[in-house]
């Protein structure tokens, strides 16, 4: 059955936006290094960062009728994330779709297929993140679903979960992790902070980290180039 | 036999010229969607746009002896498009063969192989379309054509076609045709034009292309999140 | 064994620092095209250019442990150089190892593998060549040795060997060549310079190169369009 | 956590066992054309055909240790499905695991990464589906965890679960869809058997499906070679 | 518009026939070294070989609905040669459309997609090149066209072209070469048998085909090794 | 310079032949998982295990002149390992290149690029593993070296290593390495015989391996399905 489920519960608007400062790696670290979707998700143009709510979109391959469909379910401050049901590179997305999604205050698009006008997408500032990039135009015949749960780039989306894109990629963060996930972000931004600062003075990792005894026990050899071996 | 077509008829500067507001993805869907390159052929850098005739080579594999001699077709406004005869990543096209084209007026290269000097042909404004970098040389050993018929990247391209090309990829109208995908190019762009706006003002595009009716007939249900199924 | 050999005799800060004006295309054929490494080793960002001596790290796959041993044996100007035993693309490295690497003075990182914080290394100008972006984190578990002489992308590369890198990709020149490559690099620029110049003043490569003979020689033929075949 | 969960409700053994005479297609089309794993997991000798329950695990990247503690969690009739936490191409899989598997009655392996011995598994009869065919070894340094939901080449996969596999590749069908799928599989391969004999008779699927009708009113046009356009 | 020629002219049966003796690699190099289709076209099982007519389908990406338009156009000894417009993995093909083709006397089908029911198939003895195997299911929404020129896996096409295809790949030759490119296979098949005999009594190619003078004019030199460079 | 190294010594023939029993897996894991070649490089027909000493050659892309030198330099259970000097997938050795190399006792080909033929040199025995099947042919304009170090899909070889291959792809010994490793091997399958047996009896890896305790000691859980978390 092709379904559109309305209103489902979001990641709070102020829980994402404290996501802002914090990169994808940080965010997947600081959940147990799980959700980042496969390393083929990239971004259209370098430097965009965005975290915000998944309306989530199950399509054809081919056929792009649903994301009309999933414009409406968008409110602000959410991220348009898309999957084809079988793989398909093909342009499903350019200027007008995102002029709408601009309109109503979506951050940004994440689809796991092609994605087309990257010129005036870039120009309009609407980051996607996409597969592949192909002028390739989709029909509009076969129904899909909306908000529903997906699996988009080998990682399981809900509705409403909490995804980060970066020039890293992008992760998700199930919306009943997102405030403890937030939390050790920030725990390991402060450490990461302060482990900058000491790196930058030219203190080692080996010190900081403590890793020498642990190598040493492992059997780590040095040598000075040319003694004999 | 190699071959060298000299002065083949193209698509007339000004009908090229007139191209230069359109992107491929429009081209493309304003003549039906054909004639699209395959997706693997990038531009070098982002931004460029291009629109011009193409002046064709074929080319043996890892020896870019031809493209020497197809400078000397090229006359301004071409574009050079040039494929091998089995596939090759190899860099065939660097910065000295681009001064010789610009010297020309040629508005750039399409190459399903490598190219190299990125760099320099970037600062340069010289833009290149092409299927990967390396900075791989070639052999100047063997012969092929200039101005046949060739298949790049999948298409069907004669000499004095029309290539239009951009951050989206690359696409030939043939010859014949371009005046007509002109007019559709224009018609397009008016009513995207005015649809940009509506969809700018909030309008939905459910509303704006009257889906409403035909998604029922389909069968699409809509479900507030948390009722029964 | 997992070994470390700590101060091997590298390529001279002067004879390295001499390469910076050429690029990877002039030093791979000024070197008789060898060296190069595979072409899907790509610089993060665009725009870097790079010359310096190689720190070589043979390393687990997912496993960065060993990147933290490395980062004492480098010295200013050194360019450190990575490879997996196994093919994978986790990312192994970031933004603050790049910290401890430019407090240092080390110029960039080549790896096959995976990098990320790619947004922050950007922002710091640290360029990076890589096989991929990934935020996937890596362990801490396995040893790998450091300036051993590694397999990376498909070139053989001693610890010492000078590393050039730029947007066409990246070639290793054997320490004990650099000098002589040094020599034909800067001929081969002065002798493309003066070409550079005839072929911007309209000069065809045909008559610079004198290739018309040889080209009719091996049987190229000229015809008119519309003149029969 | 790494978490070991034991006994997890399986696909009832006769349910599984008959859907030993439907391919993966039919099983694919049965239940609506979901379920289907990535095409790149591919047998790695030509004419298997399994069904069974799924026993899952997560394992880290090129650490094979936590298949040796799945290999208890098995019994009788059970695939092993197996998804690395980040994409590795690594041989996980030998024909020492296979023996112990075949000792227990498991039917076969699918495992989204790569398997060595290839020539001793197909003389012992035992099937896998692979995303690669390596010979390079695993560590066992890190845990993961069996029997928990997983994501495998695409689709989430639930310990108990029906898995059918054959030379098209690999379908889950979810442990409480099971039997209905049964049916509709049969259903299908019945309506299947009489197109199938019609159609060896030489009727045409135009007749048989009644589709020249609807082909008509899309404005499907017939010409005869030669007529004018 | 969605056209289907009827009754194009064909390469003559007994011409084709006369090709069954010739591998693809024969009869590539018989006709210049063109018309080999892209090396990603393979066969679903080894072993078969064979040569005929081609009926061309152009066809939307995931859509099959004129594969069964395409059936009724074959007649015996013919070729289905099937190519999307857009890039599609997507299972087009099974047992059924094969059982309906064989019934014709159809003798296999070349496809740039995907292909199902590969045991069925092979069971059957319908031999099938394809750019990948996947039971991915298509929809039968959108019309396409029949014996019109197509391009597939980068070659040109026309209905009643003569195809040749075995464990090498797939090669097409134009309707009005058929002829001259036979004489041409022959006359290489005896050179090459007579060759054969000699390289297998242990004669050299470096003799049988006087290489030995150009290669020491080009500059290859022996040495003995350990004997000073 | 283009260099034929005549005579190098080889790993002597008995030593090569002792490896006859053991796998790629076996004698990569025997000489501590090393010398293991990219998992692309696949066998042409499954069954075939040679192994024997690397006659080697650098070769240009596209141009196959060198494989009739090296054919001279072969000599009874050699094993021809060649590597093109950038990348291509051209096929350059088909069934009469094959039957010379047969007349000489020569056990079979590695190539890192295309081969053809493949129906002819299965029904010959002729074993080849590459990294394409390609009836592209090439030309024979430009030299390269035989018996020179080369390093071929990832791993250097020099002239004289052992190369054993089979079904799980091809691994390099180093000559003098080859004794140990033949020993480490023999040494490896006798463990695993006796392991395979207690396996075959259904003793667990866990117990035969004493992995229990490790297990327990990094934090693995056990929980009976449905038991509280």
């Known amino acids: ?127 996607v993140w996409s597969k592949a990039v192909s002028a390739q135009g989709t029909v509009k015949e076969t129904l899909g679903s909306v908000n529903i749960p997906i699996i988009c780039a080998g990682q399981l989306i809900h509705p409403g979960d909490l995804i980060v894109a970066d020039d890293d990629g992008v992760v998700v963060v199930p919306r009943p992790a997102a405030a403890a996930v937030l939390e050790n972000s920030r725990a390991r931004e402060a450490n990461e902070a302060s482990k900058r600062e000491r790196l930058k003075a030219g203190e080692l990792g080996l010190d900081i980290y403590k890793m020498r005894e642990r190598l040493a026990e492992k059997g780590l050899v040095y040598r000075r180039h040319g003694d004999a071996g």
Request: glycine letters at 10%; hydrophobic letters at 50%.
């Open 1 to 127: 059955m092709s379904l559109v489920i309305t209103d489902p519960p979001r990641v709070p608007a102020e829980l994402a936006a404290a996501f802002a400062p914090f990169g994808v790696a940080t965010v997947h670290e600081a959940q147990g290094r799980t959700g980042l979707l496969a390393a083929y998700m990239r971004p259209i143009y370098p430097g965009a960062r965005i975290a915000g709510a998944a309306v989530t979109v199950s399509i054809p391959p081919a056929d792009n009728w649903m994301l009309h469909v999933a414009v409406e379910q968008c409110t602000a401050g959410d991220i348009l994330v898309v999957a084809p049901t079988s793989p398909c590179d093909t342009g499903y997305f350019g200027d007008l779709l995102a002029t709408s999604l601009a309109a109503r205050g979506v951050r940004g698009l994440v689809i796991e297929a092609g994605c087309r006008d990257v010129a005036e997408l870039r120009e309009m500032g609407f980051p």
